[in-house]
Each structure stands twice: as structure tokens, then as C-alpha cells.
């Protein structure tokens, strides 16, 4: 008798939970179905958000595509063009970085929360230069290089180290591909950031140049290409 009322007290009790919860539903229903009403909102803009950006990278990517295929365009008439399978062709190299720089800059000025954007702009600055426009290139790849991805940022650099070296300010070169060389990364590997640096340093500082070769040598000299680059670097570099 005991067992059974112990038992029943039990689904009382849980009766009694369930009404209670059903007196509140009741009560409370409005504010159940805002909640939940806002939950579906809040996971619905985020969805579109998601898809949204998704959409944009994806229009990004292929403008940006466009842009990188008219920058490696070959130049020559069409006719040579088109015997060599070479695609669009441009009659001048200003003519083609021109037209590359124009695209370059659609992607920085459409999507510029993209990543695309960020090789975009890298890529205006390499334009720039290759124009002629050395102080505005010097500008666009220093705020490149503020990039908080850092592929984009060492790519800004490296492309910024190289017109540096172009108009003489050998010395500020130096300090940008040795900090790259001291932070590799995928885009601009080690090895590669002190070839370049002893490649700038050539001309002027000669010995400095040895020391940075010899240093690439003594950590990448098991590497076929790299080996093969350093003897003639070396064959040919000034006393």
C-alpha cells in the first residue's frame, strides 16, 4: 500500500508539472513565439549574410581572374597571338598594365571585404610600377602590407622591397626582405626573401651580397634549384 502511494504521489506530482508548464505556455504564449519568431530571424541573417559574402568572394575571385589573365597577356600583335595560342593580346606593355590596373582596381573598389581585394590591391601596386608611377605604387603596396592576412601582407612587402630597390633606397629594401626572411611564410618563403635581398645589394654592396648568398647556401644548399641559382649568382657577382 505503501509502494502504491509513494508511486502515486509521483504522477501527481508529475501531473502536476506538466499543468503547471502548460498554465505557462499558455500564459507566456506571445512572448514563446517572439523568441522564437527572433531565433529564426537571427539564424535566417545569418545564413544570408554567409551567403552573401560567399557570393561576393565568388564574383571576387573572377574578376579578379580576369584582371591576373590581362596582366600575363602576351604583347605583340594579334596575329603573333593567335599563331601562338597566346589569347587576348595587348600592341604595348603600358597598354596591357594599364588595362590590368583599371581591373585590379574594380575589385578593391567592389568587393572590399574580400580577400580578392587584398591581391587586388597588391597587384594595382605592382601595375603602377611597371608604369612608370613608382611614388603611387610605393603607397599602394605600403597599404597593402597592412593587410591583416598575412599572405597578402608578405606578398605587399616583398612587391614593395623590389620597387624600392628600383629607385635606389637599397638600404630600406634590405630591412623589408629581412624581416620577410626572419617571418616567412607560403607566399615568400625564407629562401627566397634573401636571394632577393642579396640580389638587391648586388650592385652596390658586392661583399654584403657574398655573405647573403653563402648564408642561403649553408641553409638551402641541398635544394637542386636553389644550388643551381646560387653558383650562378655567385659565377657572376662582382669583387
Given at each position: 500500500?505503501?509502494?502504491?502511494?509513494?508511486h502515486?504521489?509521483?504522477?501527481?506530482?508529475f501531473q502536476?508539472?506538466i499543468?503547471?508548464?502548460?498554465?505557462?505556455a499558455?500564459e507566456?504564449l506571445?512572448?514563446i513565439?517572439?523568441?522564437?519568431a527572433?531565433v529564426?530571424?537571427?539564424?535566417?541573417?545569418?545564413?544570408?549574410?554567409k551567403?552573401?559574402y560567399?557570393?561576393q568572394?565568388?564574383?571576387?575571385?573572377t574578376?579578379?581572374?580576369n584582371?591576373i589573365?590581362?596582366?600575363?597577356?602576351?604583347?605583340g600583335?594579334?596575329?603573333?597571338?593567335?599563331?601562338?595560342?597566346a589569347?587576348?593580346?595587348?600592341?604595348?606593355?603600358?597598354?596591357?598594365?594599364?588595362?590590368?590596373?583599371?581591373?585590379f582596381?574594380?575589385?578593391?573598389?567592389?568587393?572590399p571585404?574580400?580577400k580578392?581585394a587584398g591581391?587586388?590591391?597588391?597587384?594595382?601596386?605592382?601595375?603602377?610600377?611597371q608604369?612608370?608611377n613608382n611614388?603611387?605604387a610605393i603607397?599602394?603596396?605600403?597599404d597593402?602590407?597592412?593587410?591583416s592576412?598575412?599572405?597578402?601582407?608578405?606578398?605587399?612587402?616583398?612587391?614593395l622591397a623590389?620597387?624600392?630597390?628600383?629607385t635606389?633606397?637599397?638600404?630600406?629594401a634590405?630591412?623589408?626582405?629581412?624581416?620577410?626572411?626572419?617571418?616567412?611564410?607560403t607566399?615568400?618563403?625564407?629562401?627566397?626573401?634573401?636571394?632577393?635581398?642579396a640580389?638587391?645589394?648586388?650592385?652596390?654592396?658586392?661583399k654584403?651580397?657574398?655573405?647573403i648568398?653563402?648564408?642561403?647556401?649553408?641553409?638551402?644548399?641541398s635544394?637542386?634549384?636553389?644550388?643551381?641559382?646560387?653558383?650562378?649568382?655567385?659565377?657572376?657577382l662582382p669583387?
Amino acid at each position: 500500500m505503501d509502494r502504491y502511494t509513494r508511486h502515486q504521489l509521483k504522477q501527481d506530482d508529475f501531473q502536476e508539472k506538466i499543468e503547471a508548464l502548460q498554465v505557462f505556455a499558455e500564459e507566456h504564449l506571445k512572448e514563446i513565439i517572439i523568441i522564437c519568431a527572433a531565433v529564426i530571424i537571427v539564424a535566417g541573417a545569418a545564413w544570408g549574410i554567409k551567403t552573401y559574402y560567399a557570393r561576393q568572394e565568388a564574383a571576387a575571385n573572377t574578376e579578379l581572374l580576369n584582371a591576373i589573365t590581362t596582366f600575363h597577356a602576351y604583347v605583340g600583335s594579334s596575329q603573333e597571338s593567335s599563331l601562338m595560342g597566346a589569347g587576348e593580346s595587348y600592341p604595348t606593355a603600358s597598354a596591357k598594365y594599364q588595362k590590368a590596373l583599371t581591373q585590379f582596381s574594380e575589385v578593391v573598389k567592389n568587393y572590399p571585404h574580400t580577400k580578392a581585394a587584398g591581391y587586388a590591391l597588391v597587384q594595382m601596386g605592382v601595375c603602377q610600377a611597371q608604369l612608370g608611377n613608382n611614388a603611387t605604387a610605393i603607397k599602394t603596396l605600403q597599404d597593402a602590407g597592412k593587410d591583416s592576412d598575412k599572405e597578402i601582407a608578405s606578398q605587399a612587402r616583398f612587391a614593395l622591397a623590389g620597387v624600392l630597390a628600383k629607385t635606389g633606397k637599397i638600404d630600406e629594401a634590405g630591412k623589408i626582405l629581412q624581416a620577410l626572411a626572419e617571418h616567412p611564410t607560403t607566399m615568400v618563403p625564407r629562401a627566397t626573401a634573401l636571394l632577393t635581398m642579396a640580389d638587391a645589394y648586388r650592385a652596390t654592396q658586392p661583399k654584403r651580397a657574398r655573405e647573403i648568398y653563402q648564408q642561403v647556401q649553408k641553409e638551402f644548399g641541398s635544394d637542386a634549384v636553389i644550388a643551381e641559382a646560387l653558383k650562378q649568382q655567385l659565377a657572376t657577382l662582382p669583387e
